[in-house]
């Protein structure tokens, strides 16, 4: 692996100095790009040039166009296709957002092949040979299973939130799409953490690839205050509307489950909150319709699970709420990512029940930042106590339970 580059991000004032094209330069100029983040100060020149990249840096920090116009510019000088993969449906509409906006005045055919979405329409946007083909692991099996995807011309492969991808049970499908793509091609990998498996995959399908960190491993923005509440299961939803009183604005609300996201979203609207709701169970239309409404302001609260915490790409949220602690410690980073978006300010709150001290500690482990405690506030309904856990007693040849005594 190529040696971590330590570019003056302070020396690279303009997207200008990054040696994009002029057509591509005057697009950027008319869409107010200006100034290019970290990332793309660093990852850019090289990617241009053809270089493998591993990227990491925080969430929302502008990751898509760090590979997205080194894909456009090398697909009008020499040709051929990108491919880009992505965990979930929502990163791959966002990312295919983005590259429209700056690729369609180049003609920039994109096919997105997502789970959820009639895979006939697909197959007639394959066929007019896309140049830039955006997608999700699983669906993309699909076609491959199918004959109806050609990845022989790829030029540039990206693997966007590759450790997300790992988690969500996608590392089979990835070796087999590596293992039918040219191997003669450009590679990217980028995400906001990049635990070693994943780049033990990753490099084993890259060539000396230049290593592009611009923050630490778990890192957050620095303009997001971040703060824990202690509280009971049953003083959750009291305090979530307490909140929702005292902050304007809008607001993402976190949940461990599906059920629990459809539950909280139900209790919002009954309180007068306007909300909707996304997670696995909801049709890739209700979710895109829900996503929509909160971007237009028709919601002011979204409900999600972790499957959307990578897919939300909503300027100025004013708070994140883990109403329930991530499962993993690496999915809080990617949570409270979703406010302080482009050097802007946010908040992030944390739900913490007295029995998940060891999740927290595994965040401000990861982080490597104390997360202050706010006081309860006053009209919350008295905590109350676990129910007492059975245990197994053996009377002869019978099996009973009986509750514990404390």
Same mark, same amino acid.
């Given at each position: 692996?190529?040696?971590?580059?330590?570019?003056?991000?302070?020396?690279?004032?303009?997207?200008?100095?990054?040696? +994009?094209?002029?057509?591509? #330069?005057?697009?950027?100029?008319?869409?107010?790009?200006?100034?290019?983040?970290?990332?793309?100060?660093?990852?850019?020149?090289?990617?241009?040039?053809?270089?493998?990249?591993?990227?990491?840096?925080?969430?929302?920090?502008?990751?898509?166009?760090?590979?997205?116009?080194?894909?456009?510019?090398?697909?009008?000088?020499?040709?051929?296709?990108?491919?880009?993969?992505?965990?979930?449906?929502?990163?791959?509409?966002?990312?295919?957002?983005?590259?429209?906006?700056?690729?369609?005045?180049?003609?920039?055919?994109?096919?997105?092949?997502?789970?959820?979405?009639?895979?006939?329409?697909?197959?007639?946007?394959?066929?007019?040979?896309?140049?830039?083909?955006?997608?999700?692991?699983?669906?993309?099996?699909?076609?491959?299973?199918?004959?109806?995807?050609?990845?022989?011309?790829?030029?540039? #492969?990206?693997?966007?939130?590759?450790?997300?991808?790992?988690?969500?049970?996608?590392?089979?499908?990835?070796?087999?799409?590596?293992?039918?793509?040219?191997?003669?091609?450009?590679?990217? #990998?980028?995400?906001?953490?990049?635990?070693?498996?994943?780049?033990?995959?990753?490099?084993?399908?890259?060539?000396?690839?230049?290593?592009?960190?611009?923050?630490?491993?778990?890192?957050?923005?620095?303009?997001?205050?971040?703060?824990?509440?202690?509280?009971?299961?049953?003083?959750?939803?009291?305090?979530?509307?307490?909140?929702?009183?005292?902050?304007?604005?809008?607001?993402?609300?976190?949940?461990?489950?599906?059920?629990?996201?459809?539950?909280?979203?139900?209790?919002?609207?009954?309180?007068?909150?306007?909300?909707?709701?996304?997670?696995?169970?909801?049709?890739?239309?209700?979710?895109?319709?829900?996503?929509?409404?909160?971007?237009?302001?028709?919601?002011?609260?979204?409900?999600?699970?972790?499957?959307?915490?990578?897919?939300?790409?909503?300027?100025?949220?004013?708070?994140?709420?883990?109403?329930?602690?991530?499962?993993?410690?690496?999915?809080?980073?990617?949570?409270?990512?979703?406010?302080?978006?482009?050097?802007?300010?946010?908040?992030?709150?944390?739900?913490?029940?007295?029995?998940?001290?060891?999740?927290?500690?595994?965040?401000?482990?990861?982080?490597?930042?104390? #997360?202050?405690?706010?006081?309860?506030?006053?009209?919350?309904?008295?905590?109350? +106590?676990?129910?007492?856990?059975?245990?197994?007693?053996?009377?002869?040849?019978?099996?009973?339970?009986?509750?514990?005594?404390?």
């Amino acid at each position: 692996m190529n040696p971590q580059k330590n570019t003056d991000y302070a020396s690279v004032p303009s997207f200008h100095q990054l040696g +994009l094209d002029p057509p591509i #330069l005057k697009v950027l100029d008319q869409l107010n790009f200006i100034t290019p983040t970290p990332i793309q100060a660093q990852a850019i020149p090289d990617a241009l040039k053809g270089e493998d990249i591993i990227g990491v840096a925080q969430t929302g920090t502008g990751k898509t166009m760090a590979f997205g116009l080194p894909i456009i510019q090398r697909l009008i000088h020499h040709g051929g296709k990108g491919l880009i993969l992505l965990p979930t449906r929502e990163l791959a509409m966002q990312v295919d957002e983005a590259l429209k906006q700056i690729g369609s005045s180049f003609g920039l055919r994109t096919a997105m092949i997502i789970g959820g979405a009639p895979i006939n329409g697909q197959i007639k946007d394959l066929r007019r040979n896309p140049h830039v083909i955006i997608g999700t692991p699983g669906r993309m099996i699909d076609h491959i299973e199918k004959r109806t995807i050609d990845f022989h011309k790829v030029r540039v #492969l990206v693997l966007d939130e590759a450790d997300r991808m790992l988690d969500m049970g996608f590392a089979p499908q990835i070796r087999k799409i590596l293992n039918v793509v040219p191997k003669e091609r450009q590679t990217m #990998l980028f995400s906001a953490t990049m635990p070693n498996d994943i780049v033990k995959i990753a490099t084993q399908h890259m060539k000396r690839p230049t290593h592009v960190e611009v923050a630490r491993q778990g890192s957050t923005a620095e303009k997001v205050d971040q703060e824990i509440y202690i509280v009971a299961k049953n003083q959750k939803r009291g305090l979530l509307e307490k909140i929702l009183k005292q902050y304007t604005g809008t607001v993402i609300v976190f949940s461990r489950t599906k059920y629990g996201a459809k539950k909280i979203c139900k209790d919002l609207i009954r309180a007068g909150v306007t909300a909707a709701e996304i997670h696995s169970n909801r049709s890739l239309s209700q979710r895109t319709q829900a996503l929509s409404g909160f971007k237009k302001g028709k919601y002011r609260v979204l409900v999600a699970t972790d499957i959307a915490a990578r897919g939300i790409d909503v300027q100025g949220v004013a708070l994140v709420l883990n109403y329930d602690v991530p499962e993993y410690a690496e999915d809080y980073v990617h949570r409270i990512g979703r406010t302080g978006r482009a050097g802007l300010a946010g908040h992030a709150i944390t739900f913490i029940m007295p029995s998940q001290s060891d999740k927290l500690k595994k965040i401000e482990r990861l982080i490597e930042l104390k #997360l202050p405690q706010l006081n309860l506030p006053e009209g919350l309904p008295e905590p109350e +106590l676990p129910a007492p856990k059975a245990e197994c007693v053996r009377r002869g040849s019978r099996r009973t339970f009986r509750a514990r005594r404390r």
